[in-house]
């Protein structure tokens, strides 16, 4: 082969080579049109005022799941033998704290399906608004959530006995729902005549009564999205 010849073979072949690129690029740009500008979510940071969806996980004082929206800690826990309450996922206005005294959180309950709500309380929200600044989709983190003694009580016998509850059908670590108006120093063992649940354990039991808590320490988050200001 001539070296003209040579020459034309190889230039034919960049050719080639720029075509089939221009290609490839061409499909890939269409692809991401056909995203739309959603995809992009998957790398931004969240700012302050943006919504963030999550998933999350609460935890008690003794480290127990109390609500979830993830399936797999739910299905542990119920293995397990411990009282959980299944959720939705939530949106949080980052860095905006709550002006309620509770956000309301949708929960699945065996009487009422998902018609039931359980209470985050004011400072738990703005907590997690705080948290999720920086946070992008996917990313996960542990928060820890400001308690008080109010979520700390005390129970005499003749309360419990008022709720058809006796003394000697509890025990400490038991679990049990607890009707919380929007004051949470005004809570109810049944949750029929209030607005929201929330789940207590007994950390306590004296011959005269017992000491339930209700405060949570921990939640685990996991960003799934972020977009949207308030």
């Excluded at 920086?134 to 109010?150: D, F, I, Y």
């Amino acid at each position: 082969m001539g070296e003209k010849k040579r020459k034309e073979a190889e230039t034919a072949g960049w050719k080639k080579v720029i075509v089939v690129g221009a290609c490839v690029l061409f499909v890939v740009l269409m692809v991401v049109s056909g995203m739309g500008s959603g995809w992009l979510s998957m790398f931004a940071i969240t700012q302050p005022g943006e919504t963030v969806v999550i998933d999350y996980t609460l935890y008690n004082s003794a480290g127990i799941p109390i609500v979830t929206t993830d399936q797999q800690v739910f299905t542990k826990a119920t293995t397990e033998g411990n009282s959980i309450l299944a959720a939705k996922q939530i949106a949080i206005v980052a860095n905006k704290s709550l002006t309620d005294p509770i956000f309301p959180v949708q929960v699945y309950t065996t009487s009422d399906g998902w018609n039931s709500e359980f209470a985050l309380f004011a400072g738990e929200y703005d907590a997690i608004s705080s948290a999720v600044v920086g946070m992008s989709a996917n990313q996960k983190k542990s928060v820890t959530l400001p308690t008080s003694s109010s979520m700390t009580q005390i129970w005499s016998a003749e309360q419990l006995e008022r709720n058809g509850i006796t003394l000697d059908a509890v025990n400490v670590g038991d679990l049990f729902a607890l009707g919380v108006s929007s004051n949470p120093n005004e809570t109810e063992m049944n949750t029929s005549s209030v607005s929201y649940i929330r789940m207590a354990e007994i950390t306590r039991k004296t011959p005269t009564g017992i000491v339930v808590d209700f405060s949570y320490p921990k939640i685990d988050i996991s960003v799934t999205s972020v977009g949207g200001s308030s």
